[in-house]
């Protein structure tokens, strides 16, 4: 009934998927410069502390590096990400984690990947890990 408050929880959720996908990156490129397999993480984690659709799918798709066809851009969650921070800083509301993935989607955007799917911003954190 009331857009405004839509489209901030629109925002908000968007914010945790994308924070969800920036700590399975960080998490699968430690489990994977120590000899563990990014999708023996993903399988795991999806069926036990994280059993919920946003860790499943995107685990899967972190764990495979599946990024075409995307379901949601890189681009478009930068958009978001961004709007996100803005309406933070409105309502005085710090957003420090926002910020630091809202810095992952940009950098993918500028390396070329805006038109893969938003689970491509996990590339920057391997390429972080040197993998």
């Known amino acids: 009934?009331?857009?405004?408050?839509?489209?901030?929880?629109?925002?908000?959720?968007?914010?945790?998927?994308?924070?969800?996908?920036?700590?399975?990156?960080?998490?699968?490129?430690?489990?994977?410069?120590?000899?563990?397999?990014?999708?023996?993480?993903?399988?795991?984690?999806?069926?036990?502390?994280?059993?919920?659709?946003?860790?499943?799918?995107?685990?899967?798709?972190?764990?495979?590096?599946?990024f075409t066809p995307p379901g949601f851009t890189l681009a478009l969650g930068l958009k978001d990400l961004n709007l996100a921070v803005e309406a933070g800083s409105h309502s005085n509301v710090p957003m420090p984690f926002a910020q630091i993935v809202r810095d992952r989607l940009r950098s993918g955007v500028e390396k070329g990947r805006g038109d893969l799917d938003w689970a491509a911003l996990t590339l920057g954190a391997r390429e972080d890990a040197g993998l």
């Open 1 to 66: 009934d009331d857009p405004s408050a839509a489209s901030v929880t629109k925002l908000c959720g968007n914010f945790l998927i994308a924070a969800a996908m920036e700590s399975m990156a960080e998490a699968f490129a430690l489990g994977e410069k120590n000899g563990v397999a990014p999708s023996a993480l993903a399988d795991l984690f999806g069926k036990t502390m994280f059993s919920c659709p946003a860790y499943q799918s995107y685990g899967a798709t972190i764990a495979e590096r599946r």
